[in-house]
């Protein structure tokens, strides 16, 4: 990277000594907006031309049609919204609502693809938060200023970017393939594990656990709360989303197990299971159940929450179409296999070092990728930052 930035420094040197000119995206730019289109218009003329809104999900495409307004190189902006100043690099034909703005370039000096990295990293400050509603409009866009080299300086800098976008790209592919292949590492080893021969003793919840329900905690919420409220969001993500009480409604204990009740139709938190590793820290809140092992020389509570999490006959209650909500007595009735309690401390040793290696992994690919993406952006910006041009005196 540091030889990349020499040899736009050596050509920064030769083509522009004195610095390099600003200059308002208004003076290099045309600046326009799109059409009114809702999506009765889209559904009666549906086609295969994207239309491009203020959304970014998709690239920003709001719909598809059969005609286009626009066929060349562009670069788009959201002017409204949460995502108002996103800024997008287009080529080809398409349209776009009266919610993104357009831009085109007025000479043959610029690289839109180089105005969509350094726009992109000043547009965001430009963008006003008035009534709520965050906007970036065109007059406002006509008279952001960037620095603009000659051309042949944007050409080898997007040339570099580009480079620094794919390898990102295929850094994320390649973290995200791991944890893939990982977790179905797991899995099979999980059912494999927990999967035993017909002489092997069932026994039905109630015979083996203990079951409690929680309690609302609508009225006892505050960020600063001392106990973390276990509800399905909580336990769907692991801990990571959490809500705080001021009140210990319905308390925890370690070797608790912590199951959702009720899930939406298809859900991924329906019987998922959350093992409580700590006294007074967590609070149980309603359609989450708490279960404890009845006899520990019996039954290892580490094993029982590996048998019992998102154990498939709970799942069976779960049609596809209407909510699910399990029952107290759909709970204590199903069986898990209980076997010999050194051969579940053994399954439970296996499983812990797989889950633990599932997640180190799972914590550690964002945070690979965020330290990727600071570096290039550092990068980045250095590329994009060059000496202001300096005028001669009259």
Known sequence: MIKHQNKIEKLIAEFCPNGVESKSIGEICQVSRGRVMSKDYLKDNAGEYPVYSSQTADNGIFGRINTYDYDGEYLTWTTD???????????????????????????????????????????????????????????????????????????????????????????????????????????????????????????????????????????????????????????????????????????????????????????????????????????????????????????????????????????RYDNGVDQTNLRKDDILKIKIPVPPIKEQERIVSILDKFDALVNNISTGLPAELKARRQQYEYYRGKLLTFKEKEYAKQ
Do not use: W
């Open 81 to 315: 919204g949460a995502y108002a100043g996103s800024i997008f690099y287009r080529n080809g034909r398409f349209s776009i609502t009266n919610v993104c703005g357009l831009l085109k370039a007025k000479s043959d000096n610029v690289n839109m693809k180089f105005l969509s990295y350094i726009l992109a990293t000043v547009s965001k400050k430009y963008v006003s938060a008035g009534m709520g509603n965050p906007k970036i409009m065109s007059n406002v866009m006509e008279k952001i200023k960037i620095q603009l080299p000659p051309l042949v300086i944007q050409e080898k800098i997007v040339k570099i970017l580009n480079s620094f976008t794919e390898l990102e790209a295929e850094l994320e592919a390649e973290l995200e393939a791991e944890l893939e292949a990982r977790k179905k590492q797991y899995e099979h080893y999980y059912f494999k594990l927990l999967t035993f021969e017909l002489s092997v003793a069932r026994k039905t919840l109630n015979e083996v656990a203990n079951f409690r329900n929680g309690k609302g905690h609508e009225k006892h919420i505050d960020e600063n709360g001392k106990y973390i409220v276990v509800n399905s969001k909580f336990v769907s993500t692991g801990g990571k989303v959490k809500k705080y009480s001021v009140g210990q409604i319905s308390p925890v204990f370690r070797d608790d197990i912590l199951m959702v009740m009720s899930d939406l139709p298809n859900g991924k938190a329906l019987a998922k299971c959350f093992y409580v590793d700590i006294n007074d820290k967590y609070t149980l809140n309603q359609r989450i159940c708490a279960l404890n092992v009845k006899k520990e020389n019996e039954l290892n509570s580490k094993y029982f929450y590996y048998a019992l999490n998102r154990n498939r006959q709970l799942l």
